[in-house]
C-alpha cells in the first residue's frame, strides 16, 4: 500500500529545483512508472514534486543547428506522431511508437521514459536485492530469463526504456537542470551501470530535473531505425532490441552505431559491431561478423541463453534491412 506523501506543482523550472530539497523528494511527471512503484511498496517518498503545471517542459522545437529539441515533459504518444521526428529520426518515432500500450504513451513522457526503475521482478517484488540496498542480486541463482546478457555485474537487470536506445544511437543529451546550475549530458552517460553503484539508474544528483533532449541534425545519408521483440505483439517490454544509426555513403557504411535494448542494464552500445561496419559494404559478410562480435562478449545466465542467438538473428535482419535499395 501507498504510504502517505505531499504533493506539490510548482510553476517554474526553478521551483522545482527549490522543491526538490524537501527530503525524500521525488519528480512525478506522467506518474506511469512512479505511481506503480508508489502503490507496490518498491520505495517510499515524503513529497511527490509534479511537472504538470511547469511552462514549457512539453513539445519539439527546431534548433539553430538543424536539430531537435524534444521536452522533457513530451507525452510518447506526442513523440510517436511528430511527423519531423518521423521524418529526421524515424528510429526514435519508432522506438516511442512501440513503448508500452496507448494509454501509457498517451501519459507516460520523454523524460519519465530515460528516468525510470528497472522492471526485474526482484526488484519490483518483495526482495531485498541489491537495487534496494540489499544483500544480493536473487537473479543470479534465479528467474533470470530476461536480464542481462552482456555489463552485468552484482546486479543483472536489463534497461527498460525504448527511447533511451533510440536517443543513444542518434547521439542525443539530456539537458539538466538543478541547485548547482544547468549541465549538458550525452544520454550514453545518463545511466550508471551496477558495477559502478548497483542503487543508482541515473547520474542525476539530488535536486536535478531533465528540462529537454536533444538530437544533433541527421547526417547526410542517415539510415535510422529501431526494433523491439517482445514475449507477446501486445505491449510488452523488449526482451531483445536495437537501434541503429548508420550514415551510408552507397553501400558503404561511414559511421555506424549500435544500440543494444534489454541485454544489459543500461542502454549498450556495441562499439565492437560498429568497428565491423564502418568503412565496409553492407554485405552479408560483414553484417553476420558484426552480428557475431556484438554477441561475442555475452555471459548468458542459466535461463536466458536464448537471448544469444536472438539478438545475432535481430541484428542480421535488421542491419539487411538498411541496405539501399
Ligand atoms: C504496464 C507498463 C508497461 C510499460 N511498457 C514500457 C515499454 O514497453 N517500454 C518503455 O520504454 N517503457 C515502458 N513502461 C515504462 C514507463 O512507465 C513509460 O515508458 C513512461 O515513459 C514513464 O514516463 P512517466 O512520465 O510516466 O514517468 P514517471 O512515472 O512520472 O517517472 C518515472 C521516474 O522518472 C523520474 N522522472 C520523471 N521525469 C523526470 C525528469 N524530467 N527529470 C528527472 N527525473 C524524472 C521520476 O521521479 C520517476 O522516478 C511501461 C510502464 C508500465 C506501467
Excluded at 291 to 319: C, Q, R, S, W
Aim: with cysteine; hydrophobic share 40%.
Amino acid at each position: 500500500m501507498t504510504t502517505p506523501f505531499s504533493y506539490v506543482r510548482p510553476r517554474s523550472v526553478a521551483d522545482v529545483i527549490s522543491s526538490l530539497e524537501a527530503e525524500g523528494a521525488t519528480i512525478h511527471a506522467g506518474g506511469t512508472d512512479l505511481l506503480g512503484c508508489l502503490r507496490d511498496g518498491v520505495y517510499a517518498v515524503d513529497t511527490v514534486v509534479s511537472l504538470g503545471d511547469v511552462e514549457g517542459l512539453a513539445g519539439v522545437r527546431e534548433l539553430k543547428d538543424g536539430g531537435l529539441a524534444v521536452g522533457a515533459m513530451t507525452t510518447i504518444t506526442d513523440l510517436a506522431g511528430h511527423a519531423t521526428v518521423a521524418g529526421r529520426y524515424p528510429g526514435l518515432a519508432q522506438a516511442a511508437a512501440a513503448v508500452a500500450s496507448p494509454q501509457l504513451r498517451h501519459q507516460g513522457t520523454v523524460g519519465g521514459n530515460l528516468c525510470q526503475k528497472p522492471r526485474c521482478w526482484y526488484y519490483r517484488g518483495d526482495f531485498p536485492c541489491l537495487r534496494k540496498g540489499g544483500y544480493k542480486c536473487f537473479a543470479v541463482n534465479g528467474e533470470n530469463q530476461h536480464h542481462a546478457i552482456l555489463g552485468g555485474a552484482q546486479c543483472f537487470i536489463v534497461h527498460p526504456s525504448d527511447l533511451a536506445p533510440a536517443l543513444m544511437a542518434l547521439d542525443a543529451a539530456a539537458i539538466i537542470d538543478g541547485p548547482a546550475g544547468t549541465r549538458r549530458v550525452a544520454v550514453a552517460d545518463l545511466h550508471v551501470a551496477p558495477a559502478e553503484d548497483p542503487t543508482r539508474e541515473t547520474v542525476l544528483e539530488p535536486g536535478e530535473v531533465i528540462t529537454e533532449v536533444r538530437i544533433p541534425a541527421p547526417p547526410a545519408g542517415l539510415y535510422n531505425s529501431y526494433r523491439k521483440i517482445r514475449t507477446r505483439r501486445s505491449w510488452d517490454f523488449a526482451i531483445a532490441g536495437c537501434a541503429l544509426a548508420l550514415t551510408l555513403d552507397g553501400d558503404t557504411v561511414r559511421q555506424a552505431r549500435v544500440v543494444l535494448a534489454a541485454a544489459a542494464p543500461v542502454p549498450w552500445r556495441s562499439t565492437a559491431a560498429e568497428d565491423v561496419l564502418r568503412g565496409n559494404p553492407l554485405d552479408d559478410a560483414h553484417i553476420r561478423d558484426a552480428a557475431e562480435t556484438a554477441m561475442a562478449d555475452a555471459v548468458p545466465m542459466t535461463h536466458n541463453a536464448y537471448k544469444v542467438p536472438l539478438f545475432k538473428g535481430m541484428l542480421i535482419e535488421e542491419l539487411a534491412k538498411a541496405r539501399p535499395r
